[in-house]
């Protein structure tokens, strides 16, 4: 239930023409809006002036180039000279393009598969769609700016009485155009602008997402082979050192306590085995649901193993004012904060005057073939200025309201820019870190398959007992695996930095591929 009554005062002034008919009138009526109730009291003046909706339009349109509300200036985001963690890898000393940084991992393969994801995923095709609805939507609003034009046609026939049934034709054409005086459609139109910007950003952000997410998917394939591969060579050493003790066992130089020692340690890696086997399956799967296909369709494809890819001598590091302005998110945020902007005008321009124009063109007889005669011609201009009086304050509230969603954008986007220079850190201090990491783990793994070596022979010679056998293939096969994950967890740190840097679009590239895709789905049927 409303609070309060809603005021409204509309002024119209119009003229009417009807062919060889001095009929010309001129009314002014004014309309008392108190809801839910209506009141019209009209005013009919005998001699009227034919000019006055066209003296009220030359009164107005002067008032139409101003737009009411805040002017959007375009936010230029806070940044350091120097990210804080790079002193500890090589770094390009030139600017580059980091749109396609996957192709510095020289894998011929991954760059295959990152270039069909960018085809045919089914998220990039999502983004792509809501993209031609954002642009739809711009255009709608660009609609708004135009006069609206109907035509009709209409029978009827009545019978009062007696009397002979009456047929009535008409036919016509009806305009009307809201003249934009104090800037709501402007704002309209800006807001919607905005959010085109923002959801195209979002598509960027896409594309930034899913280059990462295949090429992390991709580099965890290659570490789980390579960690098949690394249980699988300790498992057959693991089989001769149980065969080697059984032999002893019969010869009475062990009990058989090291007999069920070793099997028990055979055991151990063989039931490691199948869950490296089933996170493998796992990436090659969503591997291929991030190419759009069937999952298990890339088993024959990179069921062969690899070793992960090589990393690159530098890293192309932007500075940090640079990576804001390459960051889809930031420039998402951005934009949607200009929408929010523009939406203040939108909601203060409720609080004017509107201004409309109207027209009509149109013929009615009888008959229908008396529709084409002068007589029957009927046309009308008419003009109407409409004004809020008194509406409880819903409108001011709107307003104020819209302001409050203006400044949560304003958060929203500077916790954004804040957030993308903490991811760049972050991956920056896990690329520096891991590359220490690795060196000391490739160093550990040299010991202990040295120790290992030498714990086998020297049980086969009888000079040491089992538990140092055992001590030493559990410390070789952790180091290794280890391992394997340093060098893993290494290249991850790397695809995380030129993710969180932006990479993966260019503006050229991906409205190319926006354009194809709009091209695409007006083809279908």
């Not at 009141?39 to 002036?49: D, F, M, N, S, Y």
């Not at 090589?310 to 192309?316: F, K, S, Y």
């Not at 200009?338 to 005057?353: D, L, S, V």
């Not at 001590?471 to 280890?482: F, H, P, V, Y």
């Amino acid at each position: 239930m409303r609070r309060y009554p809603t005021l409204r005062i509309v002024w119209e002034a119009g003229r009417r023409v009807k062919h060889r008919q001095d009929d010309l009138h001129h009314s002014a009526p004014i309309l008392y809006r108190i809801a839910p109730r209506t009141v019209r009291i009209e005013r009919q003046a005998e001699r009227p002036k034919l000019n006055i909706p066209f003296r009220i339009l030359t009164l107005l349109v002067p008032l139409a180039g101003c737009a009411v509300g805040p002017d959007y200036v375009r936010q230029d985001p806070a940044a350091p000279a120097n990210w804080s963690d790079s002193s500890g890898m090589r770094v390009s000393q030139q600017r580059e393009d980091i749109s396609h940084w996957w192709q510095r991992l020289q894998d011929p393969l991954l760059n295959d598969l990152i270039e069909t994801a960018l085809r045919n995923s089914p998220d990039l095709r999502g983004a792509r769609a809501k993209l031609l609805e954002s642009r739809a939507r711009l255009n709608l609003s660009d609609a708004d700016f135009m006069p609206g034009l109907n035509g009709a046609l209409a029978a009827s026939r009545s019978k009062t009485g007696n009397a002979s049934p009456a047929d009535q034709f008409s036919a016509g054409f009806d305009a009307s155009w809201e003249l934009d005086l104090f800037g709501g459609l402007r704002r309209a139109n800006e807001a919607a602008a905005a959010d085109a910007g923002a959801t195209l950003a979002n598509l960027y952000g896409t594309q930034v997402s899913l280059a990462a997410e295949v090429a992390l998917n991709y580099v965890q394939l290659r570490s789980l082979q390579e960690r098949l591969a690394i249980a699988r060579s300790n498992l057959a050493a693991q089989r001769e050192t149980l065969q080697i003790t059984e032999w002893r066992a019969e010869a009475g130089l062990v009990t058989s306590m090291e007999v069920e020692q070793a099997k028990g340690n055979l055991q151990q890696t063989l039931a490691g085995i199948p869950a490296l086997a089933t996170s493998l399956t796992r990436a090659e799967n969503r591997l291929a649901v991030l190419l759009g296909q069937f999952p298990a369709t890339l088993h024959a494809q990179l069921n062969t193993p690899a070793v992960l890819p090589p990393l690159p001598d530098e890293v192309a590091l932007n500075i940090p004012a640079d990576t804001l302005r390459q960051r889809p998110d930031v420039q998402a945020a951005e934009r949607r904060l200009a929408a929010e902007t523009a939406r203040i005008g939108q909601a203060t321009a409720a609080r004017y005057p509107s201004f409309s124009l109207g027209g009509s063109l149109g013929w009615r007889a009888t008959t229908v073939g008396a529709l084409g005669d002068s007589s029957s011609l009927a046309r009308s201009v008419s003009a109407s200025l409409a004004q809020t009086i008194f509406d409880g304050g819903r409108l001011r509230s709107r307003v104020d309201a819209q302001n409050a969603v203006q400044q949560q954008a304003l958060i929203a986007y500077e916790k954004t820019v804040l957030l993308a220079l903490e991811e760049v850190e972050n991956a920056l201090a896990g690329y520096a870190n891991g590359h220490e990491r690795r060196a000391a783990l490739q160093e550990a793994v040299a010991s202990a398959r040295s120790a290992a070596l030498i714990a086998r022979q020297r049980y086969a010679s009888g000079l040491i007992d089992f538990r140092s056998v055992l001590d030493t293939d559990r410390t070789l096969l952790s180091s290794e695996d280890n391992l394997a994950g340093a060098e893993l967890d290494e290249r991850s740190a790397l695809i995380s930095l030129y993710k969180a840097m932006g990479g993966g679009w260019n503006e050229g590239a991906a409205t190319a591929r926006v354009m194809q895709t709009k091209t695409d789905e007006s083809s279908r049927p």
